[in-house]
C-alpha cells in the first residue's frame, strides 16, 4: 500500500507540474524545460539497452535522426516541401508523405526506428563488447551520410526548415512521463531481470534457460521506439533539422547523462539530465567577453573545458554515478527498514 501511494503522489505530482508550467515559467525558460525533458526521453530510452542490458551501444544518433526526418517529413506540406527542396526534387514518397496530426507523425517515427533496430538486431548482437560499439556507432555513421547524399528525401546538408511548432509541455513532459512509468516497469519486470542478468554474465544466462538475443533485441527495440520518437519532439521543437544535429556528440551527450545518473538507474538519469543541461546553460556566461579578466574578447568553448572538470570531478566521488544501478525507490525501502 505504501508503495501505491508513492507512486500514487508522484504521478500526481508530475501531472501537476506538466499542466501548470506553462503558467508559471516564461518561453525562454519553457524551452529549457522542454529541451530537458526531450533529452531526458533519449536518455531514459538509451539507458535501457546501454545500462540496464549492458550492452555497450553508440547507436541514439542514429534512431533520433529517423524519428527527427520522418516526423518532419510527415508534418511539412507538399507544398513546403516542394520549395523548399532546392538541390533536386523531392521523391515522390516524400510528396506522399503528410499528416496534420503530430501524434501519428511522432508515432510513425518511433516505429520506423524500432523497425530499423529490429533489422539491425540480427547482425549487431553476433558480436559484443567493443565490437558491438564498434558496429553500432558505424550505424549512426551511415545515417547521417545517408541523410547528407540523398537530398531527394532529406534536402541533404541543407536540412528541413519551418516545421510545424504546434508542440508544448504537454506533449514532452506527457511523453516523458509515459517513457519513465514504462521504464521503470520493464526494469522490474521478468524482462528486465533477463536483461540485468545478460548484463552481470550473458553467458551464465545462457546457462539458465534465457534467450539472451531475444532480449537483447527486446531492448534494442524498445530503446528505439522512444529514441524515435523524442527526435521527432526534438525537430517540431527546434523547428529545423541537418546532418550536422545528429553527429556522434549527440550520443556522447547521451552517455554522458546515463554515466553520470547510473548505468541502470531510470531517477539518476532523470536527476543527471537536469543536472548537465541546467549546468551547461548556467555556464554559457563563461564563453562571453571579459569573463575573469581573460580580456575583451570572447571565449568559446570555455564552459565546456569548466563543465568537463566538474564532471571529472564528481565521477571521482561517484564512480558508479550518482544512484548506481539503483532507483529512488530502493532508497526509500531501505530507509523504512
Do not use: C
Request: hydrophobic fraction near 55%; aromatic fraction near 12%; avoid cysteine.
Amino acid at each position: 500500500m505504501g508503495s501505491l501511494v508513492r507512486n500514487s503522489i508522484f504521478i500526481a505530482v508530475a501531472v501537476a507540474f506538466i499542466y501548470f508550467a506553462g503558467d508559471v515559467f516564461g518561453s525562454y525558460k519553457m524551452f529549457l524545460i522542454n529541451t530537458i525533458g526531450i533529452y531526458a526521453i533519449l536518455a531514459l530510452s538509451y539507458n535501457l539497452i546501454n545500462g540496464v542490458t549492458g550492452q555497450f551501444s553508440l547507436e541514439p544518433n542514429g534512431f533520433v535522426a529517423i524519428g527527427a526526418y520522418f516526423t518532419a517529413i510527415l508534418l511539412l506540406s507538399t507544398e513546403s516541401k516542394i520549395d523548399m527542396y532546392a538541390l533536386v526534387d523531392p521523391s515522390p514518397i516524400v510528396l506522399s508523405m503528410h499528416t496534420g496530426s503530430l501524434a501519428i507523425a511522432l508515432l510513425v517515427g518511433g516505429v520506423a526506428a524500432t523497425i530499423i533496430a529490429l533489422l539491425l538486431s540480427l547482425p549487431v548482437f553476433r558480436v559484443r563488447g567493443d565490437y558491438l560499439a564498434i558496429v553500432t556507432l558505424g550505424f549512426g555513421f551511415i545515417i547521417r551520410i545517408f541523410a547528407i547524399n540523398n537530398p531527394e528525401f532529406t534536402n541533404g546538408a541543407m536540412g528541413l526548415n519551418d516545421i510545424s511548432s504546434s508542440i508544448n509541455f504537454y506533449w514532452v513532459g506527457g511523453i516523458l512521463l509515459i517513457t519513465f512509468i514504462v521504464m521503470l516497469n520493464i526494469i522490474y519486470s521478468k524482462y528486465g531481470r533477463a536483461m540485468k542478468s545478460v548484463r552481470d554474465d550473458e553467458d551464465a544466462a545462457t546457462a539458465m534457460g534465457i534467450n539472451t538475443f531475444k532480449i537483447k533485441t527486446l531492448a534494442f527495440m524498445t530503446s528505439a521506439f522512444f529514441e524515435g520518437i523524442g527526435g521527432g519532439l526534438l525537430a517540431v521543437l527546434i523547428t529545423t533539422i541537418t546532418p550536422d544535429q545528429f553527429s556522434f556528440l549527440l550520443t556522447f551527450q547521451l552517455l554522458i547523462i546515463v554515466v553520470l545518473g547510473g548505468l541502470g538507474s531510470m531517477s539518476g538519469t532523470l536527476i543527471a539530465t537536469i543536472l548537465v543541461m541546467v549546468g551547461m546553460e548556467a555556464l554559457r556566461f563563461l564563453d562571453e567577453p571579459n569573463i575573469l579578466g581573460l580580456g575583451n574578447e570572447a571565449h568559446p568553448g570555455l564552459r565546456m573545458v569548466i563543465f568537463s572538470v566538474i564532471l571529472i570531478v564528481v565521477m571521482l566521488f561517484a564512480r558508479r554515478g550518482l544512484l548506481g544501478d539503483r532507483e529512488l525507490l530502493d532508497f526509500f525501502k531501505k530507509s523504512k527498514k
